[in-house]
């Protein structure tokens, strides 16, 4: 397009943006971890009239409905803070769930926060369906004027390619002419939502100048001191697939240099403290924390999110990408951490003279991330698989997930839980499992050397050891080998 035709693009977008006047209403598809708080902190922003949040009316998800219209909140467990909200917007008759999209030609905006999972986890494909369809009701009543945002973490390209081709052919609208288009990709953690999207920059970027500016419009009303950073539609899907891929990259690097302090027979946590001790101007040493294995929506896909992005923009790359990238390596290190979870978790049995076929074991901690009920992706699950593949009896506590959808069994009852156990292994460091005492622990195992194998360094090793335990932990190459009491 040249530059005259794209300044009368914008020209006409910019006259109809006008014409409909400030944001009024607005929409939000997915109702979910990041549409839910999304759509509540619209709805108590005064700048804004009325908010809908979209939700299929499925066998799976259709309860969020009637919950959220009653003002509370599916998400209670995470976000305590979030049902009074909810419950406040909702009072006020600002904030509306349905499963009716035909309100979008209502909506001044309409913001899409849909999950984009793998399809098949191994072959490593975004299954875009369901944004897909997100993106096809939403064309299918888009009206001129209207700005539509993408806050789905997706493959960088796909604003401009896929979404822009999907709203165009159901609305018969062109993107940056008739209609304004933009990514704002979410930047949330579960437990901290409503204060991550009030409190974290946004990212905003629009396919054109007027996108850009509706959309900076829309977000500036929820910051409190958060800053608006606006940038291109592809540059922001890469800037946000980029920071969760070097985030993975960092814990990666943290559990190599633990599986390193394991073979030389030291602490990797003493190492860490004295690598992190090193502080000045231009110093910078971002080390995390190593453990089990890397969870969550997020960090285990969007690293493929941006070597898929790289290829398809860049055509032949001449350059390490895909499972070669350092992306990729990381990748495969924090994969790998599960197992290496159950191999600790063998030699710990077999010092302990158990055989693993027979062996039952407690796996404590099914959620990702610690005291939260989010047990999307848990690296609990493929050491779970591993384990049982031996023979193993498995049995999985978690004081906040209840289910985990698999149909695998999750007691609540830590006791229960413990009761004749040969190995208990700490997967996810829930507050709880840091008052564990060693004196009842074995006293509940009925095991002389009861195994425990700790992959947060939530215990202290040397009061279990001394109680006549077998320890085995993350980066604790010191204690891995001790003499048994």
Known sequence: MTDHRQKNHQNQLTKLITK?????????????????????????????????????????????????????????KDEPELGDLIRKVVSAGKFECTSDFAKITECDAVCLAIQTPFANPKDLIPDFGPLQEGLRQTGKYLTEGALVVLESTITPGTTTGMAREILEAESGLIAGEDFALAHAPERVMVGRLLKNIREHDRIIGGIDDPSTRRAIELYAPVLTTGSIIPMTATAAEVTKTAENAFRDLQIAAANQLALHCEAMGVNVYDV???????????????????????????????????????????GELWYPHGQHSIFGVARAINDFMPSHMAQLTRDALDRAGIDVTDAHIALLGWAFINDSGDARNTPSEPFYEEMEGYGARMMVHDPFVADDGAGIPIEDNLEVALRGTDAIIIFTGHSEYRNLDPLTVKWLSGEDHPVIVDGRNTIDPDLFINAGFIYKGIGRGDKNNHTVI
Request: aromatic share 8%; proline share 5%; hydrophobic share 35%.
């Open 272 to 314: 860490r403290a004295g690598i992190d001790s090193l502080k000045g101007e231009g110093i910078t040493r971002a080390i995390l924390w190593p453990g089990a294995g890397v969870g969550g929506h997020c960090l285990t896909k969007d690293t493929w999110h941006l070597e898929r992005g790289a290829q398809q923009l860049g």
């Open 20 to 76: 409909r006047g400030p944001v009024s209403t607005i929409g939000v598809i997915g109702m979910g971890y990041v549409g839910i708080p999304a759509a509540a902190l619209f709805a108590d922003a005064p700048e804004f009239q009325k908010v809908y949040g979209f939700q299929r009316d499925s066998k799976s998800s259709g309860y969020k409905i009637e919950m959220i219209n009653r003002g509370e909140s599916p998400l209670d």
